[in-house]
């Protein structure tokens, strides 16, 4: 119940926040904090019991008609998620309030991060796969509408859209994943899923779901060749990029590969596939990072490669490297998200991002410095923070990988190297550099932005300090994946070995990038190839040639011209019903009896073929007309000799009138003209006699069956016996069916109703030409 | 009580008639529409109820035996969809208090509306394949006067249109049931269903299947057939685009569900999985015009034509769980789409134009309706947790289930697009800053006859989210009842 109390708590929250903020105001980002951190004791006081191994599972039916039901798994793994995204939760939003001000839309930021928060609690609490990608995509969507915040900027909104497309379509991928997922498995819920691995892993289908629930974390998670929408989100306000784009939500296709780890892990093709993506996302982002100059892209590209790197341990799928992984999670996290909300308040203060123009801030940012260099010692990998603990887990892990470990050591290392020169140019330069101009003078960012940076860069202190705390988190979150009891010991000193000797090595390595990145930028830029040949020209490109595609497909389409569509609608009348006809075996060899018609039949026959003839044929408009009278004639006569006269003087009087009313108008028509070409007139003279043909077949095959009369019958005998009435048809029309008799009289009075309206009633057309356009014709 | 299957026909025909006999006194006809659709959804309502628990309902018309005379069938399917034509017809109704001029409403505008949800109510209802061909010309000629209606040069050219295509879709029909007819003598669809079953040339009979595919096809909007509805749904005013855009497609799509699973399944096959195919045509030709638009109205109407392919999509795939998604996929669409509608009149009373060019900053100046857009927009797009993601969900499924990988990629990925053309009306109407010259907008504050409809029919998409299992629930009763009725 606490579960679902903490998500629907944080959606209640974010009905009310925009009322909350226009009473509080400036206090509104410690007051909605209060939330984030009294659900973080929450998840804090759960650890003991599931560390040892429990487990909270609920559930509530939802669509059980398609096996979907409301349902949480709480585990080791949602609980260090759990924690992450209250506790930063509350850090951010508190960061907020500084960061935003007095703006004028703040109550619908604090909306949008608390739906958000909410929803990615959600996620990583779900227990059954529906909801948790229910989840999944509403935190897709907060991420939209928080990216495009500042939404007056098209850049912003350009971004937002982006990175909706890519997470969208990675989303579908997914949920195609997921249902093929439950329908092998048996089961949307996770805690049968997770038993099913090995039936679902010899099931012919075992390829294609992991391909898609791949492509569903992948884009999510920000991996090559999906991972340039992340760079584009750095548009959206510096808390959101924090928090979201860095810390929780990038983090989810993480945390999916992890929770399906057991399920779908272990085989040679999660094997390649995910190592594959994990390390060459790690290496990219972490080259590209180096070019950047701006504080935010530099951080999303390292953020990129560390996602990398999480994904490269997943791969690997040994305990050591998700232990390393687990504890990857939690440190970056701390270290990153510090990172971040101290790029957003440097620029909030001096009104810059560019580190070229940045340098000796801590003089009048003291505590913002000192919080930047404990989070840039951490991202490093130097001791004593977390990180260094961290990296010693990471190269130990990957020494003993069960396979290519040299490989994916060399990629570590130098992926790490350029990490640590990232650090050095984002927490070391700007405070400590060389003296540069920013446009403001700054001074100390206001308290709110001060407790986010400060708590989590000390926390990487003093866990590093204190490993014991981070462990416990760690080892029941790595235990879950492994679905067994795994103790880790962390420790700061572990020995000279080979781990510390790579370690020596990067941290040189680094150090000499770092001292070099003038030269390196100067030199050429590895960010601006891959901006003008990557996925993200793909995307535009593949973007530009979805609205050229639209266009041309409904011009081709939608011409405008009713008379190419009738011919498209006959068209396929005749091609579909014709070949049905043909291909099924419809057509029957006609009976002879059929063309067994007497004498005057043929006449008549004859005279409508004629009068037909005629009326396509006449150049004068009264010529056709009188032809058409003729056909109806011609078809009264017919039932005149079926013995059916109501019928016939109904047509009669029908057709009568209609020349009398055709000749009253006809003179106020235009002068009658052909406009069509000759080629016209003979390719809608084919269509038509195709049209026609087809009708006749179907006509002359009905014929050849024998004909049922038990309606005819029934009417017949008791049309004067129960309906009292001695012409059949008129019994029928007012009695046996006399409800469609009353449909055809409403019709009659509507039409009538429509014609008084269009002679009486002709409205002006309304001043902006914006509302109605006639279809146009191209 | 199967005198209550004659009430949703009667209710709108009585209101006709009584709105027709105060020809000019508006607030009286104003009143009494409200007040008959109110009463007809009641009667929807009621219908349902008593067909869920006492399971399906006929009515022999003036008491003549089946199959001589008509006979009323409701079954789960009709009395959804008779409960979906109240509920629309309840919200157009209060939205045209607000939104409609007084020249159209002294020209009978309440009684047409009337006559329209008579004409559809009947060919839900229906079990005689016949009086259904009189309800669909019930149907045209009701929307063909309140689309010419006003008189407007673009209202009569896209009416032209429609009326054109539409009458030949009537045409295909009255010729499938005269041919049928021939075969089997019979009209009466249960009759109809039995006696083709011994026809002795089961390859005309198929034909005359396409025939009727090809009629209700033209009727439902579907590729490619469709021309009639982005040439007209954009210009007669909004409430009756909404009205249009709930429910007329709809009776298209129904009947060919109504026929392709009592009538038709000799070659299923063939048949159906030639339906499979052009609803994938249908999705896709549909979003893709949707993606070339700039103007609100049509950039709707393309989509209607897209989601029509996915209510076609289940009933290609003829599983229990395909035609339980395609009734909950209606239910949602009606509902979404016509809330779509209702937005775009707000927009349009708020900023004057329907041109996304023209509009901007609404997302700023008017956050509720902002909301209320994106609910119907973000479902219609198949995000979850709202109506129009469990009823993609149920369809993919299916499609799964099937083995038909083609047709649920195809609808995954016109998801997106349906997301991406979406995204282009919040991004210039509600995100763009507006424009500066906005001098000439029309700052009429809008009326709650304007907002309640479409709170209304905004909130339901959220609500049907998360009352997904019970409507499932009833939609898995009803597609069981059209596959059972064999």
Same mark, same amino acid.
């Given at each position: 119940?606490?579960?679902?109390?903490?998500?629907?708590?944080?959606?209640?929250?974010?009905?009310?926040?925009?009322?909350?903020?226009?009473?509080?105001? @400036?206090?509104?980002?410690?007051?909605?904090?209060?939330?984030?951190?009294?659900?973080?004791?929450?998840?804090?006081?759960?650890?003991?019991?599931?560390?040892?191994?429990?487990?909270?599972?609920?559930?509530?039916?939802?669509?059980?008609?398609?096996?979907?039901?409301?349902?949480?798994?709480?585990?080791?793994?949602?609980?260090?998620?759990?924690?992450?995204?209250?506790?930063?939760?509350?850090?951010?939003?508190?960061?907020?309030?500084?960061?935003?001000?007095?703006?004028?839309?703040?109550?619908?930021?604090?909306?949008?991060?608390?739906?958000?928060?909410?929803?990615?609690?959600?996620? $990583?609490?779900? #227990?059954?796969?529906?909801?948790?990608?229910?989840?999944?995509?509403?935190?897709?969507?907060?991420?939209?509408?928080?990216?495009?915040?500042?939404?007056?900027?098209? %850049?912003?909104?350009?971004?937002?859209?982006?990175?909706?497309?890519?997470?969208?379509?990675?989303?579908?991928?997914?949920?195609?994943?997921?249902?093929?997922?439950?329908?092998?498995?048996?089961?949307? &819920?996770?805690?049968?899923?997770?038993?099913?691995?090995?039936?679902?892993?010899?099931?012919?289908?075992?390829?294609?779901?992991?391909?898609?629930?791949?492509?569903?974390?992948?884009?999510?998670?920000?991996?090559?060749?999906?991972?340039?929408?992340?760079?584009?989100?750095?548009?959206?306000?510096?808390?959101?990029?924090?928090?979201?784009?860095?810390?929780?939500?990038?983090?989810?296709?993480?945390?999916?590969?992890?929770?399906?780890?057991?399920?779908?892990?272990?085989?040679?093709?999660?094997?390649?596939?995910?190592?594959?993506?994990?390390?060459?996302?790690?290496?990219?982002?972490?080259?590209?990072?180096?070019?950047?100059?701006?504080?935010?892209?530099?951080?999303?590209?390292?953020?990129?490669?560390?996602?990398?790197?999480?994904?490269?341990?997943?791969?690997?799928?040994?305990?050591?490297?998700?232990?390393?992984?687990?504890?990857?999670?939690?440190?970056?996290?701390?270290?990153?998200?510090?990172?971040?909300?101290?790029?957003?308040?440097?620029?909030?203060?001096?009104?810059?991002?560019?580190?070229?123009?940045?340098?000796?801030?801590?003089?009048?940012?003291?505590?913002?410095?000192?919080?930047?260099?404990?989070?840039?010692?951490?991202?490093?990998?130097?001791?004593?923070?977390?990180?260094?603990?961290?990296?010693?887990?990471?190269?130990?892990?990957?020494?003993?990988?069960?396979?290519?470990?040299?490989?994916?050591?060399?990629?570590?290392?130098?992926?790490?190297?350029?990490?640590?020169?990232?650090?050095?140019?984002?927490?070391?330069?700007?405070?400590?550099?060389?003296?540069?101009?920013?446009?403001?003078?700054?001074?100390?960012?206001?308290?709110?932005?001060?407790?986010?940076?400060?708590?989590?860069?000390?926390?990487?202190?003093?866990? @590093?300090?204190?490993?014991?705390?981070?462990?416990?988190?760690?080892?029941?979150?790595?235990?879950?994946?492994? %679905? &067994?009891?795994?103790? $880790?010991?962390?420790?700061?000193?572990? #020995?000279?070995?080979?781990?510390?000797?790579?370690?020596?090595?990067?941290?040189?390595?680094?150090?000499?990038?770092?001292?070099?990145?003038?030269?390196?930028?100067?030199?050429?830029?590895?960010?601006?190839?891959?901006?003008?040949?990557?996925?993200?020209?793909?995307?535009?490109?593949?973007?530009?040639?979805?609205?050229?595609?639209?266009?041309?497909?409904?011009?081709?389409?939608?011409?405008?011209?009713?008379?190419?569509?009738?011919?498209?609608?006959?068209?396929?009348?005749?091609?579909?019903?014709?070949?049905?006809?043909?291909?099924?075996?419809?057509?029957?060899?006609?009976?002879?009896?059929?063309?067994?018609?007497?004498?005057?039949?043929?006449?008549?026959?004859?005279?409508?073929?004629? %009068?037909?003839?005629?009326? $396509?044929?006449?150049?004068?408009?009264?010529?056709?007309?009188?032809?058409?009278?003729?056909?109806?004639?011609?078809?009264?006569?017919?039932?005149?000799?079926?013995?059916?006269?109501?019928?016939?003087?109904?047509?009669?009087?029908?057709?009568?009138?209609?020349?009398?009313?055709?000749?009253?108008?006809?003179?106020?028509?235009?002068?009658?003209?052909?406009?069509?070409?000759?080629?016209?007139?003979?390719?809608?003279?084919?269509?038509?006699?195709?049209?026609? #043909?087809?009708?006749? %077949?179907?006509?002359?095959?009905?014929?050849?069956?024998?004909?049922?009369?038990?309606?005819?019958?029934?009417?017949?005998?008791?049309?004067?016996?129960?309906?009292?009435?001695?012409?059949?048809?008129?019994?029928?029309?007012?009695?046996?069916?006399?409800?469609?008799?009353?449909?055809?009289?409403?019709?009659?009075?509507?039409?009538?109703?429509?014609?008084?309206?269009?002679?009486?009633?002709?409205? &002006?057309?309304?001043?902006?030409?914006?509302?109605?356009?006639?279809?146009? &014709?191209? | 009580?199967?005198?209550?299957?004659?009430?949703?026909?009667?209710?709108?025909?009585?209101?006709?008639?009584?709105?027709?006999?105060?020809?000019?006194?508006?607030?009286?006809?104003?009143?009494?529409?409200?007040?008959?659709?109110?009463?007809?959804?009641?009667?929807?309502?009621?219908?349902?109820?008593?067909?869920?628990?006492?399971?399906? !309902?006929?009515?022999?018309?003036?008491?003549?035996?089946?199959?001589?005379?008509?006979?009323?069938?409701?079954?789960?399917?009709?009395?959804?969809?008779?409960?979906?034509?109240?509920?629309?017809?309840?919200?157009?109704?209060?939205?045209?208090?607000?939104?409609?001029?007084?020249?159209?409403?002294?020209?009978?505008?309440?009684?047409?509306?009337?006559?329209?949800?008579?004409?559809?109510?009947?060919?839900?209802?229906?079990?005689?394949?016949?009086?259904?061909?009189?309800?669909?010309?019930?149907?045209?000629?009701?929307?063909?006067?309140?689309?010419?209606?006003?008189?407007?040069?673009? !209202?009569?050219?896209?009416?032209?249109?429609?009326?054109?295509?539409?009458?030949?879709?009537?045409?295909?029909?009255?010729?499938? =049931?005269?041919?049928?007819?021939?075969?089997?003598?019979?009209?009466?669809?249960?009759?109809?269903?039995?006696?083709?079953?011994?026809?002795? !040339?089961?390859?005309?009979?198929?034909?005359?299947?396409?025939?009727?595919?090809?009629?209700?096809?033209?009727?439902?909007?579907?590729?490619?057939?469709?021309?009639?509805?982005?040439?007209?749904?954009?210009?007669?005013?909004?409430?009756?685009?909404?009205?249009?855009?709930?429910?007329?497609?709809?009776?298209?799509?129904?009947?060919?569900?109504?026929?392709?699973?009592?009538?038709?399944?000799?070659?299923?096959?063939?048949?159906?999985?030639?339906?499979?195919?052009?609803?994938?045509?249908?999705? =896709?030709?549909?979003?893709?015009?949707?993606?070339?638009?700039?103007?609100?109205?049509?950039?709707?109407?393309?989509?209607?034509?897209?989601?029509?392919?996915?209510?076609?999509?289940?009933?290609?795939?003829?599983?229990?769980?395909?035609?339980?998604?395609?009734?909950?996929?209606?239910?949602?669409?009606?509902?979404?789409?016509?809330?779509?509608?209702?937005?775009?009149?707000?927009?349009?009373?708020?900023?004057?134009?329907?041109?996304?060019?023209?509009?901007?900053?609404?997302?700023?100046?008017?956050?509720?309706?902002?909301?209320?857009?994106?609910?119907?927009?973000?479902?219609?797009?198949?995000?979850?947790?709202?109506?129009?993601?469990?009823?993609?969900?149920?369809?993919?499924?299916?499609?799964?289930?099937?083995?038909?990988?083609?047709?649920?990629?195809?609808?995954?990925?016109?998801?997106?697009?349906?997301?991406?053309?979406?995204?282009?009306?919040?991004?210039?109407?509600?995100?763009?800053?507006?424009?500066?010259?906005?001098?000439?907008?029309?700052?009429?504050?809008?009326?709650?006859?304007?907002?309640?409809?479409?709170?209304?029919?905004?909130?339901?998409?959220?609500?049907?989210?998360?009352?997904?299992?019970?409507?499932?629930?009833?939609?898995?009763?009803?597609?069981?009842?059209?596959?059972?009725?064999?």
């Amino acid at each position: 119940m606490a579960i679902i109390m903490a998500i629907l708590s944080g959606f209640a929250l974010t009905v009310v926040a925009p009322w909350l903020c226009r009473l509080a105001r @400036g206090a509104t980002g410690w007051i909605i904090a209060l939330q984030p951190v009294g659900l973080a004791f929450y998840f804090a006081s759960q650890l003991h019991p599931i560390a040892a191994g429990g487990v909270i599972a609920l559930s509530y039916p939802w669509v059980p008609g398609l096996g979907i039901a409301l349902s949480f798994y709480v585990d080791g793994l949602s609980l260090l998620f759990a924690l992450l995204i209250s506790g930063i939760g509350a850090l951010v939003v508190i960061y907020a309030g500084g960061y935003l001000g007095e703006h004028p839309q703040a109550g619908r930021f604090y909306a949008l991060i608390l739906m958000f928060m909410a929803s990615m609690l959600g996620l $990583v609490l779900a #227990g059954n796969v529906i909801t948790m990608f229910v989840f999944w995509e509403l935190t897709s969507l907060s991420s939209f509408l928080l990216i495009g915040f500042d939404h007056q900027r098209e %850049a912003a909104r350009a971004a937002a859209l982006q990175a909706l497309l890519v997470t969208g379509a990675g989303g579908l991928a997914l949920l195609a994943g997921l249902l093929l997922l439950g329908q092998a498995g048996g089961s949307l &819920e996770l805690s049968t899923l997770l038993n099913e691995g090995r039936a679902i892993q010899s099931h012919p289908l075992y390829l294609s779901i992991l391909l898609l629930i791949l492509v569903g974390a992948f884009t999510k998670s920000a991996q090559v060749p999906f991972h340039f929408w992340l760079p584009g989100a750095m548009e959206a306000p510096t808390p959101v990029s924090a928090y979201l784009h860095s810390a929780t939500m990038v983090k989810a296709g993480v945390y999916l590969l992890a929770r399906l780890s057991p399920v779908l892990g272990g085989s040679e093709a999660w094997h390649y596939l995910v190592t594959g993506a994990g390390t060459a996302t790690m290496l990219l982002g972490a080259a590209v990072a180096l070019w950047q100059t701006d504080l935010k892209r530099i951080l999303a590209y390292s953020t990129v490669s560390t996602l990398g790197a999480l994904v490269l341990l997943l791969g690997m799928d040994t305990v050591l490297s998700v232990k390393a992984a687990m504890l990857f999670l939690l440190v970056h996290a701390l270290y990153k998200g510090a990172l971040f909300l101290i790029a957003g308040a440097v620029d909030h203060e001096t009104g810059t991002r560019e580190v070229t123009r940045l340098g000796r801030l801590a003089r009048a940012m003291p505590v913002t410095a000192v919080a930047a260099g404990l989070a840039a010692l951490s991202m490093a990998g130097l001791p004593p923070m977390l990180g260094f603990i961290n990296k010693e887990l990471l190269y130990e892990a990957k020494l003993q990988a069960p396979r290519a470990s040299v490989l994916v050591t060399s990629a570590g290392v130098l992926a790490n190297m350029f990490l640590v020169a990232v650090a050095g140019i984002v927490g070391f330069a700007p405070f400590f550099g060389r003296r540069a101009d920013p446009p403001r003078m700054p001074h100390e960012a206001p308290l709110a932005m001060l407790v986010g940076p400060a708590v989590l860069a000390g926390l990487g202190l003093v866990c @590093g300090l204190f490993p014991d705390a981070a462990s416990i988190v760690v080892s029941a979150a790595a235990g879950a994946v492994r %679905a &067994e009891v795994t103790a $880790v010991e962390l420790k700061l000193w572990h #020995g000279i070995n080979p781990v510390l000797g790579l370690s020596l090595l990067t941290v040189a390595a680094g150090v000499g990038l770092y001292a070099a990145r003038g030269f390196l930028r100067r030199a050429g830029s590895i960010g601006d190839a891959i901006g003008r040949w990557g996925p993200r020209r793909w995307y535009s490109l593949l973007l530009a040639s979805l609205n050229g595609l639209a266009r041309v497909q409904t011009r081709l389409l939608q011409s405008g011209y009713l008379r190419r569509y009738l011919m498209v609608i006959v068209l396929t009348t005749v091609a579909l019903v014709g070949s049905t006809l043909l291909l099924r075996g419809g057509l029957t060899e006609p009976v002879p009896s059929l063309l067994d018609a007497r004498f005057y039949e043929w006449t008549i026959a004859a005279l409508i073929l004629l %009068a037909t003839l005629m009326a $396509v044929l006449s150049p004068s408009r009264l010529a056709a007309a009188a032809a058409l009278s003729v056909i109806g004639y011609g078809v009264a006569l017919l039932y005149m000799l079926f013995s059916a006269p109501d019928l016939a003087m109904t047509q009669f009087a029908v057709e009568t009138l209609t020349v009398i009313l055709f000749v009253l108008v006809v003179y106020r028509l235009p002068r009658f003209a052909s406009l069509s070409s000759r080629r016209a007139r003979l390719r809608d003279a084919a269509i038509a006699l195709l049209a026609g #043909g087809l009708m006749t %077949a179907l006509v002359l095959t009905a014929m050849t069956l024998p004909r049922d009369l038990h309606l005819a019958t029934y009417f017949a005998e008791n049309s004067l016996l129960l309906a009292k009435g001695r012409n059949v048809v008129n019994a029928i029309l007012v009695d046996f069916r006399a409800l469609d008799t009353l449909g055809e009289i409403t019709v009659l009075a509507v039409a009538g109703i429509g014609i008084y309206a269009l002679l009486r009633l002709r409205l &002006e057309e309304p001043a902006d030409s914006g509302s109605s356009q006639p279809e146009e &014709e191209v | 009580m199967g005198g209550l299957l004659v009430l949703p026909i009667l209710i709108p025909l009585l209101t006709a008639v009584a709105a027709l006999l105060a020809w000019k006194r508006r607030s009286f006809q104003r009143a009494l529409s409200v007040l008959s659709t109110t009463g007809l959804l009641g009667a929807a309502l009621w219908l349902l109820v008593v067909v869920w628990q006492n399971g399906t !309902q006929t009515l022999q018309v003036g008491n003549w035996p089946a199959p001589f005379g008509i006979t009323l069938v409701a079954d789960l399917l009709s009395a959804i969809m008779v409960v979906l034509a109240g509920l629309i017809g309840l919200a157009v109704a209060v939205y045209s208090l607000g939104s409609m001029d007084p020249d159209r409403e002294q020209f009978g505008y309440y009684p047409l509306l009337q006559v329209l949800l008579m004409g559809v109510c009947g060919a839900f209802l229906t079990g005689d394949l016949f009086n259904l061909y009189v309800w669909f010309e019930v149907m045209l000629i009701a929307s063909f006067v309140l689309m010419t209606l006003g008189g407007e040069r673009a !209202q009569l050219e896209g009416a032209i249109k429609y009326v054109t295509l539409n009458l030949m879709a009537s045409a295909l029909f009255l010729a499938g =049931v005269g041919i049928l007819y021939g075969v089997t003598g019979a009209l009466n669809m249960a009759d109809l269903a039995r006696r083709l079953e011994q026809v002795r !040339q089961p390859g005309l009979v198929t034909a005359l299947a396409l025939l009727f595919l090809i009629a209700f096809g033209i009727k439902a909007a579907m590729f490619p057939l469709f021309f009639w509805l982005p040439a007209s749904y954009h210009t007669p005013p909004v409430a009756v685009s909404a009205l249009f855009s709930g429910l007329l497609t709809k009776v298209g799509v129904y009947a060919l569900i109504r026929v392709f699973t009592l009538l038709f399944v000799q070659d299923v096959e063939f048949t159906h999985t030639l339906i499979l195919v052009l609803a994938g045509l249908t999705m =896709v030709t549909g979003v893709l015009g949707a993606v070339a638009q700039t103007e609100f109205r049509r950039l709707l109407s393309f989509h209607i034509i897209s989601q029509i392919g996915y209510l076609l999509m289940g009933l290609g795939l003829f599983t229990p769980v395909a035609l339980a998604g395609t009734i909950f996929f209606m239910v949602h669409v009606i509902l979404a789409k016509s809330a779509l509608f209702l937005v775009s009149g707000i927009v349009y009373r708020l900023q004057g134009s329907y041109d996304l060019k023209k509009l901007g900053g609404l997302y700023r100046s008017q956050p509720v309706l902002a909301v209320l857009f994106l609910f119907p927009a973000l479902s219609l797009a198949g995000l979850p947790p709202l109506s129009g993601f469990f009823a993609k969900l149920s369809l993919i499924w299916a499609g799964l289930e099937a083995g038909q990988y083609g047709i649920v990629a195809v609808a995954l990925g016109v998801g997106l697009l349906t997301l991406f053309s979406m995204m282009k009306i919040w991004d210039q109407a509600f995100w763009k800053p507006a424009m500066e010259d906005d001098s000439t907008k029309s700052s009429q504050s809008s009326s709650w006859a304007l907002w309640l409809p479409t709170v209304a029919l905004a909130g339901l998409t959220v609500l049907l989210g998360f009352a997904a299992g019970p409507l499932f629930a009833l939609s898995r009763q009803a597609a069981e009842q059209l596959l059972g009725g064999r």
